[in-house]
């Protein structure tokens, strides 16, 4: 059996990165249902702002999910795809009983910060891999939800 995968990465390599990767798909599910909970649970002043907000967050987490497994499956491995193993595999913790504005954008600021700091870890394991593809796709989340993270402290004041 040969080291080398079918897109010519070292086996132990991906193996490694598709591991790192789930651990990422797992925060996205988590932090998707967090933030589909906020869409639908805000009240106050800012319901009609911050509840289109919270769907245009949860529909950009949605896509990246996919992309993500994706990712897994192109390196040859699978995609965790039981909420019991999300639980398990997430650093964002499952929130509820969440209806305070301020409170739920702080919940999609910190979800950010978790994400941003796995995929710079990915980033980092990646680049030693020679991963372009998965590097890039790191550098590519990193970069716009930096902006997202600008703009929700800007919008917390
Ligand atoms: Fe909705």
Not at 49 to 58: G, I, M, R, S, V
Not at 88 to 110: T, Y
Request: with cysteine.
């Amino acid at each position: 059996m040969s080291d080398i995968n079918a897109i010519g990465l070292h086996e132990s390599s991906a193996s490694q990165l598709a591991e790192k990767l789930n651990e990422l798909l797992a925060n996205y599910q988590i932090f998707y249902m967090n933030v589909r909970g906020y869409h639908w649970n805000v009240k106050g002043p800012q319901f009609f702002e911050l509840h289109t907000k919270f769907e245009e967050f949860y529909t950009d987490l949605l896509t990246k999910v996919d992309e993500v497994a994706e990712r897994i499956l192109t390196l040859g491995h699978q995609p965790v795809h039981a909420y019991s193993d999300y639980t398990q595999l997430s650093r964002i913790a499952e929130e509820k009983h969440v209806h305070d504005g301020e409170a739920c954008v702080r919940g999609v600021l910190k979800g950010y910060q978790t994400l941003i700091e796995l995929q710079r870890e990915i980033l980092s394991l990646a680049s030693d891999a020679d991963d372009e593809g998965t590097a890039a796709q790191a550098g590519d989340y990193i970069r716009e939800q930096e902006k997202t993270v600008w703009m929700l402290n800007a919008y917390l004041g």
